[in-house]
């Protein structure tokens, strides 16, 4: 399984980016897929994600209400898109995906993913 995420980049605050992670070796579709950050000197954190059957999107509180994760069967490729951008939002953002069966939950934990995107670094301006 690869993960290749891209659409990083500087925006200034209030802003928007759409983060993209595209994937080979699994269908997006079939599998629990997440987006979690880490800023210079935290720890990863949850950002957003999707259950496996797509029925179930969710998100950390900070980014509810300006963030969407969605998937793209055709082009196999999962989406982050980031609205009304803040400062707080500066990070590497990583994509990553689990196999099984785990819950929205779970989902929400970093060291449950065993496969992970390279990262694509966001700056904010304020």
């Known amino acids: 399984v690869q993960l290749q995420a891209s659409g990083g980049g500087l925006v200034r605050t209030g802003g928007y980016l759409r983060l993209s992670c595209a994937a080979s070796?699994?269908?997006?579709?079939?599998?629990?897929m997440g987006w979690f950050r880490q800023a210079p000197g935290r720890e990863r954190e949850f950002v957003a994600g999707?259950?496996?059957?797509?029925?179930?999107?969710y998100s950390t509180d900070s980014v509810k209400g300006r963030s969407s994760i969605s998937r793209d069967s055709a082009k196999n490729t999962l989406y982050l898109q980031m609205n009304k951008m803040e400062p707080e939002d500066t990070a590497v953002y990583y994509c990553?995906?689990?196999?099984?069966?785990?819950?929205?939950?779970?989902?929400?934990?970093?060291?449950?993913?065993?496969?992970w995107g390279q990262g694509t670094l966001v700056t904010v301006s304020s």
């Open positions: 990553a995906t689990v196999s099984g069966y785990t819950s929205d939950t779970v989902g929400r934990i970093a060291n449950v993913y065993p496969f």
């Open positions: 070796g699994r269908n997006v579709s079939d599998y629990r």
């Open positions: 999707i259950s496996r059957d797509g029925g179930t999107t």
